[in-house]
């Protein structure tokens, strides 16, 4: 609901503002110029910062007949106004060390006038002038919301200069450049806010009380020099604004210095400070802001306004683009809810993740299936759903995207009458620290319901990758017996092509039924891990039959169980040693041993051990590994216990644990991890990894077991861990 506040503020102000807003940064660019320019007048002395009045009025005095005043604008040009040797009235820029004259003074041109004018007050007079305060004022409120929404996105402040995902050109520009000029705007908004109420007087007077001499008390001795008079010695001519010279040689007239800060009158025979005025802090505040909204006083900061006006401009330009893209996103479905059998519920910030939620929508509609595309927060009952797929993104610190924020409390009011086979995807970023933890809340409260059955394994997607999704597309596809051509050509082409696999053994051979093992070498020179993914084709079927691998002794090998009439099954099943089979290797990275984690548990039923045989034989550094698997016998489990026995004797594994479900004491993996429930939670406490691989009815036991584990003992949810990578899973 907050972030909504915010979007929707900082929307409704971009829009009430924008013609003004538009009109004040170009005019504002084109300013930013004016001093830049007025720099590159050769009227600026060297060393000008160093020169006292001490060692330049007594130059000046001998240099010129008469001198009225003296003034040093914000470029440093010093500019005389009096009479020169031959009593000729003169105003003229100088050179302060030796009183020659560098040049005359010319107004500014009306050009500048006339942008100046019209950055100011619209032509208007004092109505222009109001209009233009209001409009600084609401983009310091654009740059407030601005910077909280910025904040959110990225998870917090101190994540505010971290890596931006990029979703589009407009999007990553209007944040990246957000962050590089939040500062210039907000000092642009401020100030010229400040001088909006400074000029209709909201903010305290700005006038300087006249100082009150007592020329009563004015001294004329001791008579000193110019140069011996210790104000002017500490005085530079670079704090200086004005001088205002005595008119005579009489004791009562005096020398007024207007300072930065104050207004000094100095006895011009003694040098005695004879008042000393404060400016108001009004005075102090209108001078500071002037000088940060002109950029008259560095060249480099006018040069830095100029470009926050143009960025200004883009704000204006990618602001709308991001909005309309947005509201593009708006969809129509040609079913309505209550008569689909898909429903595809979408969690979305941006926009992005339903052009793959409308991606998947188009290929069930060619297939003739009744699809419903909705928000997540339009979650309600669907009496003749069947399946129900959820993507998903996450946002700020693990929050839910603003059209998901709902969905939580409408899972509760509303539960379906029928069951349900649901599947979850979330998109994010690994960059995050927060990744996906939405979808896996999602995919928790879903698993909770007494109607819902998972069809696939919670699936990720990094950074809208395709080879993530296309993972997603197959498995499900596979499951749900629907195929499933995504076009991904729409977003980027991935890469199918198929490798050539020698088969080095098969254990079917002396282990005729049942569970067998199949190992393959491949010539691929790009790294494969345990972990990773076997694609297979049999019998030329163009849908794709998923297998997770482990390599052992550099060969890929798969644990797989013959299933009768299975297509995969049946054709590893038949493969012999010195046959060949055309296949894919997918990259599977979130599935990959955490090589940096103090700890790691496996957890596996039945097949699902494959994975880990793998990672515990190429545990090299030999990270401690315990394993937690299940099966139905002991004889089950006689094809890998070689394999393991050996592993525990060399330390690559450090525990083994083993439930038999149809023997003995009849238990579950669930049940070994139950009894171990404190050696679980110190696990997740100091950094450990815990990784799940087998099917989706083991994946929902130890879920539930672990989410009740890390809510009572760590008084976080089990979603915290698995979005900071310290539960890890591939079932199916």
């Known amino acids: 609901m907050t972030i909504s506040v915010w979007r929707y503020s900082h929307l409704a102000l971009a829009v009430s503002s924008f013609l003004l807003l538009t009109l004040a940064a170009v005019t504002g660019f084109i300013l930013a110029f004016e001093p830049v320019l007025q720099k590159m007048q050769p009227y600026r002395v060297d060393g000008f910062s160093d020169i006292t009045l001490a060692q330049t009025l007594p130059i000046l005095k001998k240099s010129f007949s008469e ?110 450049l957000g962050r590089l000029s939040l500062i210039p705007i907000f000092v642009i908004a401020l100030s010229g806010t400040y001088l909006s109420l400074a000029r209709f007087e909201l903010v305290g007077s700005t006038k300087i ?42 004791v009562e007239d005096y020398y007024t210095l207007k300072l930065g800060d104050r207004e000094l009158t100095v006895n011009q025979l003694t040098g005695d400070v004879l008042t000393e005025t404060p400016y108001p802090t009004a005075t102090l505040l209108t001078n500071l802001s002037l000088n940060l909204h002109t950029g008259r006083t560095s060249a480099v900061w006018a040069i830095i306004l100029a470009i926050a006006s143009v960025n200004i401009l883009f704000f204006i330009y990618s602001g709308f683009f ?3 893209k947005r509201r593009a996103n708006r969809f129509k479905n040609k079913y309505k809810a209550h008569e689909s059998q898909f429903i595809i519920l979408v969690g979305s910030e941006n ?37 129900l797929i959820v993507m998903t993104a996450t946002y700020g610190l693990g929050d839910a995207p603003t059209n998901a924020s709902q969905f939580a409390t409408l899972l509760n009011n509303y539960p379906q009458a029928q069951p349900i086979t ?21 995919n928790t409260l ?45 977003l980027q082409t991935p890469d199918h092509r198929l490798e050539t696999l020698l088969v080095t053994a098969n254990t079917r051979i002396n282990q005729p039924g049942g569970t067998f093992l199949v190992r393959m070498q491949t010539g691929r020179r790009r790294s494969v891990t345990s972990g ?68 790691v548990v496996m957890v596996a039923n039945g097949t699902g051990i494959a994975p880990f045989l793998g990672m515990i034989n190429q545990n090299k550094a030999k990270t401690p590994c315990h394993l937690y698997c299940g099966f139905r016998n002991a004889t089950s489990f006689d094809v890998y216990r070689n394999l393991l026995e050996t592993s525990l004797s060399v330390e690559k594994l450090t525990n083994l644990h083993v439930a038999y479900s149809r023997e003995g004491d009849r238990q579950y993996v669930s049940d070994l991890l139950r009894r171990d429930a404190d050696f679980l939670v110190n696990v997740l406490l100091t950094g450990g990894v815990v990784m799940l691989c087998g099917s989706l009815a083991m994946q929902k036991d130890v879920l539930a077991l672990l989410n009740s584990l890390c809510l009572n003992k760590l008084g976080k949810p089990l979603s915290h861990y698995q979005s900071h990578n310290q539960v890890l899973m591939d079932c199916y």
Not at 152 to 157: I, T, V, Y
Not at 221 to 249: C, G, H, N, Y
Not at 364 to 369: D, M, W
Not at 464 to 485: H, V
């Open 67 to 176: 001198i009225s005043e003296l003034s040093v604008d914000t470029h440093g040009f010093v500019q005389l106004t009096g009479s020169d040797t031959d009593g000729k009235n003169l105003t003229a820029y100088i050179d302060p060390r030796t009183g020659n004259v560098l040049g005359k003074p010319t107004q500014q041109s009306e050009f500048f006038q006339w942008v100046t004018a019209l950055h100011r007050s619209l032509f208007l007079k004092e109505i222009g002038r109001f209009f233009i305060g209001l409009t600084a004022f609401l983009l310091l409120l654009i740059t407030v919301s601005g910077t909280a929404l910025l904040i959110q996105r990225q998870r917090g402040l101190k994540r505010f200069f971290t890596r931006i995902v990029r979703d589009n050109f407009a999007q990553y520009y209007h944040v990246v």
């Open 209 to 250: 009380i006249s100082p009150d001499v007592d020329l009563d008390a004015v001294r004329s001795k001791p008579e000193r020099e110019l140069a011996d008079m210790p104000i002017f010695q500490r005085t530079k001519l670079a704090d200086v604004q004005s001088i205002e010279f005595p008119f005579s040689d009489d």
């Open 322 to 324: 991001i909005t309309l």
């Open 351 to 387: 926009g992005s993740t339903f052009r793959f939620a409308r991606l998947v929508q188009e290929q069930l509609l060619k297939q003739g299936e009744k699809v419903h595309l909705t928000e997540l927060n339009k979650y309600a009952t669907f009496p003749l759903a069947e399946h």
């Open 422 to 442: 649901y599947s979850v995807v979330g998109f994010g970023s690994r960059a995050y620290p927060d990744f996906c933890q939405f979808a896996f809340e999602v």
């Open 446 to 490: 879903l698993s909770q319901q007494s109607w819902a059955s998972s069809l696939v394994d919670i699936h990720t997607v990094n950074d809208r990758s395709l080879a993530d999704f296309s993972l997603w597309t197959e498995a499900w596809s596979q499951q749900a017996d629907r195929p499933m051509t995504i076009p991904l050509g729409e």
């Open 532 to 599: 990773d993914l076997l694609a297979i084709y049999p019998a030329n079927d163009h849908r794709e039959r998923l297998y997770s691998i482990g390599i052992v002794d550099k060969e890929v090998q798969l644990s797989v169980r013959l299933h009768p009439n299975g297509l995969g099954s049946g054709f590893l099943h038949e493969l012999a040693p010195g046959q060949t089979l055309r296949a894919r290797l997918v990259e599977n990275a979130h599935f990959h041993f955490p090589k940096q984690a103090p700890t």
